[in-house]
């Protein structure tokens, strides 16, 4: 026999019930996903970054964000700065588990990496951040000192085989016109690099014959503008001039989005692309170095 309190009992059920399932049927439903609607049109959405010394994978966070709020597949590779042959391994392998065709960019030192493994055949575009790009077999040290030498050189300290920026040099040199609480961040987190890292040589070229963007920073004083202009003329890249230190991903993070986006769209597109892959490209020489000590 039923009860009073048995009865008391079901109709409380009854009542949670049917709230809850009213709280079910009035909630918002979910935003359906809208990755690949936002990609760029003609299938290249992969994006591949390679962060320079003095820093690590996480100083592409500004970029990565707008990236992937266009709809790009993007991955951050985290160097070990111990040398060339490390980092382009650490690259290549990130290469290898994308998906299709590939953007990989440079910022920095990692201009060098990708010079080297840019030659992987699902890289249909290379874009260089105030970055180096060196030629095969270049000395690259020896092609800078033609160059103005730049402060944040006066700030590196040596230990154990490996050296980085101060913190006056970073804060200053590094990472210029990013806020102090920002770039201290960044100071804590800078990847030492081995004493021996940029005495390391490619034995590929990738931008002699893959389509090129250059983003030059005007105010560096990590790297020389003049020559960052000397290696965009001599790839014959796509070049833009940016008004800022040479953490321009930081500092412009928006600047350096679009270009990475018109490199994914051009590359989608070979005949609007200023080389189609395969084809080398002829750029300016030894020749129209200046002779500055």
Request: cysteine-free; proline content about 7%.
């Amino acid at each position: 026999m039923v009860n009073r309190r048995t009865l008391s009992k079901i109709a409380v059920a009854a009542v949670l019930a049917t709230a809850v399932l009213s709280a079910r049927s009035s909630a918002p439903a979910s935003p359906a996903p809208t990755g690949p609607a936002q990609r760029v049109a003609g299938g290249v959405h992969n994006v591949v970054l390679v962060h320079g010394a003095y820093a690590d994978g996480s100083s592409w966070l500004d970029v990565i964000e707008r990236l992937q709020a266009a709809g790009m597949h993007v991955t951050s590779v985290q160097n070990s700065l111990t040398s060339v042959a490390d980092d382009v391994a650490a690259t290549q392998r990130a290469l290898a588990l994308q998906d299709g065709p590939t953007i990989l960019v440079g910022h920095s030192y990692g201009g060098t990496v990708i010079s080297q493994a840019g030659d992987a055949p699902n890289v249909v575009g290379l874009v260089y951040i105030a970055a180096r790009a060196p030629d095969a077999g270049e000395d690259y040290t020896a092609l800078a000192a033609r160059f103005p030498t730049p402060p944040a050189n006066a700030g590196l300290v040596k230990s154990g085989g490996f050296e980085q920026l101060s913190e006056d040099a970073f804060l200053a040199d590094f990472a210029g016109g990013v806020p102090r609480s920002r770039a201290r961040a960044l100071y804590a987190a800078q990847g030492p690099i081995s004493t021996s890292l940029f005495s390391g040589r490619t034995t590929v070229a990738a931008w002699r014959n893959k389509p090129t963007w250059y983003a030059i920073s005007t105010q560096d004083k990590t790297a020389s503008p003049e020559l960052e202009r000397f290696l965009a003329n001599r790839m014959k890249a796509t070049t833009v001039e940016l008004n800022t230190s040479h953490l321009s991903i930081v500092t412009q993070p928006d600047a350096v989005t679009k270009l990475i986006l018109d490199a994914a769209a051009a590359s989608a597109a070979p005949h609007t692309s200023p080389t189609t892959p395969g084809q080398p490209k002829t750029g300016s020489s030894d020749s129209d170095l200046p002779r500055i000590k």
